[in-house]
């Protein structure tokens, strides 16, 4: 695993607006950035990311099975009580997962380690599955990278062929919110996608959802929902007013309800519980549990619900030394042993693995010149080479 | 090779939260204003008839749904719109636009039933229930095939707005991640 400074396409911001990536750069600020890439090898990618990722799904499986047979586990985990049966449905019912992201902190030689799973509502779609992709094979082209790399990253075969096999009969609504396009560009995104599986598609706000008489989410058409993609993680959701709706609506979510289990950072104490010294894994504890000393003033403490690194501090020697400003973790928090993203020359790299139903289908890079990757963590691109 | 063979986009960079129409299929129906105009142009009696039925019933059914007249005509033009038999969870009035026409479900689109056909205000054009257009030939024509589809039901929404609150909490560019 190299860190290799290029030449970035002489045209790649008009090349971007072509392909509708709009927020290319953020608020005057970089985010996708291909004047450099990671080089992996083959084995690298196998054998270090690729199939770890798998195994942590099946682990994560387990998870659910455990929460579901254990009301201890769904209170720690935050997920309110009047949706329990819910959860547990959606999971006996096989609704179906369309996709995830695993992030991992990975040096190249040593086993990568799980920093946490988005499971519900992860981002950087687009980018990954596209203009990573377009910009491979026009680097190739033009002779700015050697010829015969290859990528991992059959993200975009992948989700086309997931929504065809997602079983739905009728249309397809995806949602987001207003006043973010980033966001609306993921919808978007999708939404071509699902159209290429067959689906007939029709977007819609999540604000703009109505319920009506029958206690059917509707869309500004007055058409009832009965599929829903939604951008929009499962704990708002649960606690927004129509929240309650959502059992008796006959929606069938994108991703499943039982994502709650798993989109939650609950699930990395959960996992170290379960599968303790498994080599993809950092010890994790909820927050007070007695047995976290073993982290011995080491350790990062993050909400459940955090995301984009907000409200996470890191901790040495018992001292917190990094504090990132939020505005969540009334829900509790877990801590996590402290493990520091590899450092190339002032950067630290985080890898985005890909799932989509499940399987392993490509990995993002997002790099950031602190050891939180936060929202200004530019995106570069990757290759597989010898 | 661990890279998508090809990554072919459809519909994006063309612009926000509209669905570009895809070239669909068409397929073979016919379009009528009344039963009189179904057999005049050589349609059988009983299936004139049977699809106009069905378009009735299921006008009720997936008309568009308003819960003021005033609503409702802005839509569909003065003194079109009529009192759906539903009502509002208050009790209140529901107005839906009347049927103006019929499209032929049996025989044509295989098996299809009829299904009620509305004009929007100022437009000589017909659109199925679900906002569908299909031209303004009366008679056999050829419409899109997603247009054949049964519509949905539609009640009335009551309320608007209930997800979402979260969302607005500052310091988030994008909540995913």
Redesign the interface.
């Known amino acids: 695993m190299d860190r290799i400074p290029v030449e970035p396409r002489v045209d790649w911001r008009e090349t971007a607006?072509?392909?509708?990536?709009?927020f290319h750069t953020?608020?005057d600020e970089r985010y996708w950035d291909e004047s450099l890439y990671y080089r992996f090898t083959?084995d690298q990618?196998e054998n270090d990311l690729e199939d770890p990722t798998a195994e942590i799904e099946q682990l994560c499986f387990q998870v659910v099975e455990r929460a579901l047979s254990d009301e201890s586990v769904l209170k720690r985990l935050g997920i309110p009580e009047a949706f329990w049966d819910y959860v547990a449905d959606s999971w006996r019912n096989q609704e179906r997962n369309l996709y995830g992201r695993m992030d991992f902190a990975y040096d190249g030689t040593a086993p990568a380690k799980l920093f946490e799973y988005?499971a519900d509502?992860?981002?950087?779609l687009y980018e990954s599955?596209?203009f990573q992709?377009?910009w491979?094979e026009q680097a190739i082209e033009r002779g700015l990278i050697p010829e015969g790399s290859?990528?991992?990253?059959?993200?975009?075969?992948a989700l086309t062929q997931a929504w065809a096999n997602m079983g739905i009969d009728g249309t397809l609504h995806l949602a987001c919110?207003?006043d973010?396009e980033?966001?609306?560009g993921?919808v978007?995104?999708m939404?071509?996608c699902a159209?290429?599986g067959g689906l007939?598609?029709?977007?819609i706000?999540?604000?703009?959802?109505?319920?009506?008489?029958?206690g059917?989410f509707?869309d500004l058409?007055?058409?009832?929902i009965d599929h829903l993609f939604k951008?929009?993680?499962w704990e708002?959701?649960m606690?927004?007013?129509?929240?309650r709706?959502i059992p008796k609506s006959g929606v069938r979510f994108v991703e499943p309800g039982w994502k709650a289990i798993l989109s939650n950072k609950g699930l990395l104490p959960l996992l170290w519980e379960m599968f303790e010294g498994h080599p993809n894994l950092l010890p994790a504890y909820f927050d007070g549990d007695p047995a976290a000393a073993a982290l011995d003033g080491d350790f990062v403490r993050k909400p459940l619900f955090s995301?984009?690194g907000?409200n996470v501090e890191f901790f040495q020697d018992g001292e917190r030394t990094i504090s990132v400003?939020?505005?969540y973790g009334a829900e509790g928090h877990i801590v996590q042993a402290l493990h520091p993203l590899p450092d190339f020359g002032g950067n630290y790299p985080m890898i985005g693995s890909w799932l989509v139903a499940s399987q392993p289908c490509?990995i993002c890079i997002r790099e950031d010149a602190s050891l939180v990757t936060g929202?200004n963590a530019r995106f570069v691109p990757h290759i597989?080479s010898e | 090779?661990?890279?998508?063979?090809s990554?072919?986009?459809?519909?994006?960079?063309?612009g926000?939260?509209?669905?570009a129409a895809?070239e669909e299929a068409k397929v073979d129906t016919a379009l009528f204003e009344s039963v009189k105009q179904c057999t005049g142009l050589g349609f059988s009696e009983q299936e004139c008839a049977a699809n106009y039925q069905q378009a009735q019933q299921t006008h009720v059914a997936a008309a568009?749904?308003y819960t003021s007249q005033a609503d409702c005509e802005a839509d569909f033009g003065a003194e079109k719109c009529e009192i759906a038999p539903?009502?509002?969870?208050t009790g209140g009035s529901v107005f839906m636009p009347l049927m103006a026409g019929y499209l032929m479900g049996s025989m044509l689109s295989g098996g299809g039933r009829g299904q009620p056909l509305y004009r929007g205000a100022g437009s000589t054009n017909f659109r199925t229930a679900?906002?569908k257009a299909v031209g303004n030939t009366i008679g056999r024509t050829q419409v899109a095939q997603?247009a054949t589809k049964t519509p949905?039901?539609?009640?009335?929404?009551?309320?608007?707005?209930?997800?979402?609150?979260?969302?607005r909490?500052?310091?988030?560019?994008?909540?995913?991640?």
């Not at chain 1, 290859?150 to 075969?157: I, V």
């Not at chain 1, 606690?239 to 929240?243: I, S």
Request: aromatic share 8%; net charge negative.
């Open positions: 607006e072509a392909h509708g990536f709009r953020i608020d083959l990618i988005n509502t992860p981002t950087s599955g596209v992709w377009v491979l290859d990528q991992f990253n059959s993200l975009h075969e919110c207003k973010t980033e966001d609306e993921t978007e995104y939404a071509d159209r290429q007939e598609t029709r977007l706000y999540i604000e703009d959802i109505g319920i009506n008489t029958d059917r509707t058409q007055e058409n009832t951008l929009y993680p708002w959701l606690a927004d007013d129509f929240g709706h995301r984009e907000a400003e939020g505005d490509g929202d597989i | 090779m661990k890279r998508s063979k990554v072919k986009l459809v519909a994006m960079g063309t926000l939260l509209l669905v895809c568009p749904k539903q009502r509002t969870t679900d906002n997603s949905a039901a539609k009640t009335r929404t009551t309320s608007r707005g209930g997800f979402g609150k979260n969302a909490s500052p310091m988030r560019r994008s909540f995913g991640g």
